[in-house]
């Protein structure tokens, strides 16, 4: 079993609508958690970070963790197509080493 | 602006072949990173290294060798390339700072493809 496990879609929206892209993670331990965007063709950037639990908004984003249930969620409000990435999520390992997601394809249709 | 730029974008090359993938950073970062990203796996660890002549093995680094002879600039050796070792390649830098979620800025990525 992964630690970190993510769906790799594709995940077709239209545009407008709300996304929700996830993560579940099987250490308990892992207190930093972030989301990174890439582009096609270009290398991953970051988004968004959180600590521990609750939620964090940047804009049309959100990032939400659920330490309990062990599952991470970015949520993207009125999406718009230059939203049209993989995103992956990644988590700080016992090691300080980052623990990635296998990224998720986001499309969203105009 | 942070910079991350590899020497290749896309390389080509046979089974067999040594071959030296480059990254050089322009923010004077302690840290780089290799990682490679293949379909459905996510990004995996290869090696880093926190300092000049400093190295340590990430998840996969079997067949793989690494150099840092200056701050800036981090070198990645397939010692005798192999078809599985076709991937994209990603390198990434970032300050070695009290936090431990430090970002990581990566370059656009090398496609490796062995024949």
């Known amino acids: 079993q992964k630690e970190v496990e993510q769906d790799p879609g594709p995940l077709s929206v239209p545009e407008g609508a709300i996304v929700s892209l996830n993560c579940t993670y099987s250490?308990?331990?892992?207190?930093?958690f972030m989301w990174y965007r890439q582009y096609s063709r270009k290398g991953p950037e970051l988004l968004m970070y959180?600590?521990s639990s609750g939620n964090k908004e940047d804009g049309r984003f959100t990032a939400q963790v659920d330490k309990s249930s062990k599952y991470i969620s970015l949520f993207i409000r009125d999406s718009q197509p230059s939203d049209s990435a993989t995103y992956l999520c990644?988590?700080?390992?016992?090691?300080?080493?980052?623990?990635w997601g296998a990224g998720t394809k986001l499309i969203i249709k105009p | 602006d942070v910079k991350v730029t590899q020497s290749s974008r896309y390389l080509v090359k046979r089974t067999g072949e040594k071959v030296f993938l480059e990254c050089v950073q322009d923010?004077?970062?302690?840290?780089m990173f290799w990682y490679r990203q293949d379909p459905g796996l996510g990004l995996r660890l290869i090696y880093f290294?926190?300092?000049?002549?400093?190295?340590e093995k990430g998840d996969i680094p079997e067949g793989y060798s690494v150099s840092r002879e200056k701050k800036e600039r981090f070198s990645l050796i397939l010692e005798s390339a192999s078809t599985n070792q076709t991937s994209m390649y990603l390198c990434?830098?970032?300050?070695f700072g009290q936090g431990v979620s430090d970002e990581q800025f990566f370059g656009p990525g090398t496609r490796l493809t062995v024949l």
């Open positions: 990434a830098s970032s300050f």
């Open positions: 923010m004077d970062h302690e840290n």
């Open positions: 290294s926190y300092d000049v002549k400093m190295k």
């Open positions: 250490n308990s331990a892992f207190q930093y």
């Open positions: 959180t600590y």
């Open positions: 990644a988590m700080l390992g016992s090691n300080y080493q980052l623990i």
